[in-house]
């Protein structure tokens, strides 16, 4: 069992709707990070958080320590907003380890 | 300013050939992580360095694998006789802090990326 896991593996969304991806996560952390990956790799960091609740724009992180669990979600999706999206956690020397990622594709 | 480069880009490499990849992270960050990505799924840690010190390589996959950071700053990834299950896209990212957490110290910043392919 991976020690990042994350749901689903692939999500399509016509323009507008309200997107949730989730993940799960088995290690001790002492943070977790949303990931934005385009087509040719570039890796942009999203939030970086450990506890609560982050927003910014029209993106939500929130994180359970106690369940082990965060969710990104995406408000007024757009296609633009089609990209990867990966959770990943950072063990306490700093190294992150990741889940697969989210394909998303939103429609106009 | 600059953000993390990686050179080069693509490299295509015959099996057998040994293979340098370059990272040149921002200016100052301490910390500096190699990741490898195959296709289609996510990346995985390969190396961790603190300014030039290497303090974790547990995740090489073998000892034909070996980075270096001698001065602390620009880092290469070497690949010995590269086999076919080398071919991925390897990441190198940097931050400004020494240690996890959730500091912005600890924000990690990627490079593009150099997606080798070894036919």
């Known amino acids: 069992k991976n020690e990042v896991e994350q749901s689903p593996q692939n999500l399509t969304a016509q323009e507008g709707e309200f997107i949730t991806i989730n993940c799960s996560y088995s290690?001790?952390?002492?943070?977790l990070h949303w990931l934005q990956q385009h087509p040719g790799g570039g890796i942009v960091s999203l939030f970086m958080l450990s506890s609560g609740k982050k927003k910014h724009g029209r993106l939500i992180a929130t994180i359970n320590i106690q369940e082990k669990h965060s969710s990104l979600h995406i408000t007024a999706s757009h296609p633009r907003d089609s990209a990867v999206y990966i959770c990943?956690?950072?063990?306490?020397?700093?190294?992150?380890?990741f889940g697969k990622g989210t394909k998303l594709s939103v429609k106009p | 300013g600059a953000g993390v480069s990686q050179s080069p880009r693509y490299k295509v490499a015959k099996r057998g050939q040994d293979v340098a990849l370059r990272c040149d992270p921002i200016?100052?960050?301490?910390?500096l992580f190699w990741y490898q990505q195959a296709l289609g799924q996510g990346p995985e840690f390969l190396t961790y360095?603190?300014?030039?010190?290497?303090?974790?390589k547990s995740g090489l996959p073998s000892d034909r694998f070996f980075a270096e950071r001698p001065e602390g700053s620009v880092s290469t990834l070497k690949i010995q006789r590269t086999q076919q299950e080398d071919s991925a896209v390897y990441l190198c990212?940097?931050?400004?802090?020494?240690?996890?957490?959730?500091?912005?110290?600890?924000?990690?910043?990627f490079g593009p990326g150099t997606r080798l392919t070894v036919l």
């Open positions: 990943a956690v950072n063990r306490s020397q700093g190294n992150l380890i």
């Open positions: 360095f603190q300014n030039e010190a290497q303090l974790d």
């Open positions: 200016s100052g960050h301490v910390s």
């Open positions: 290690v001790g952390i002492s943070a």
């Open positions: 990212a940097s931050s400004t802090g020494t240690s996890g957490g959730s500091g912005p110290g600890n924000e990690q910043f």
